[in-house]
């Protein structure tokens, strides 16, 4: 099993920019696929963004263009770039890890990942 923490979160206003990176550690972090999901208040945790052990990547097409994941394999990191957000971009990210690889239409569920780190907020407000 892995453990996962993230950090980056912050507040920044529309238009801005901003990183997480969610550091991996446990049992042979680069063989399992991750993902970074996102809870707004009052809605259900959804699905940004997600990378196979190979490196393939998929993308929430309301983030698509705009976020870019990314992971450091030596060290043990994974990685969301955020630009150009808005506001229904405000919510709190979490990183997520399953052992092996899932079929493409799997990799942006929340039942799909059994490891969870504890979220980092996000808000994007003028």
């Known amino acids: 099993q892995v453990q996962l923490v993230e950090s980056g979160g912050d507040s920044v206003q529309p238009g801005g920019s901003l990183g997480l990176s969610c550091i991996v550690s446990g049992d042979r972090p680069n063989g399992y696929a991750k993902a970074w999901f996102r809870q707004a208040p009052g809605k259900e945790r959804e699905g940004v963004a997600s990378?196979?052990?190979?490196?393939?990547?998929d993308y929430d097409r309301s983030v698509s263009g705009r976020f870019t994941i990314s992971q450091d394999n030596a060290k043990n990191t994974l990685y969301l770039q955020m630009n150009n957000l808005k506001p229904e971009d405000t919510g709190l990210y979490y990183c997520a890890a399953v052992s092996g690889n899932l079929w493409t239409w799997e990799r942006l569920r929340t039942s799909s990942y059994p490891y969870w780190g504890q979220g980092t907020q996000v808000t994007v407000s003028s």
């Open positions: 990378i196979s052990t190979a490196g393939s990547l």
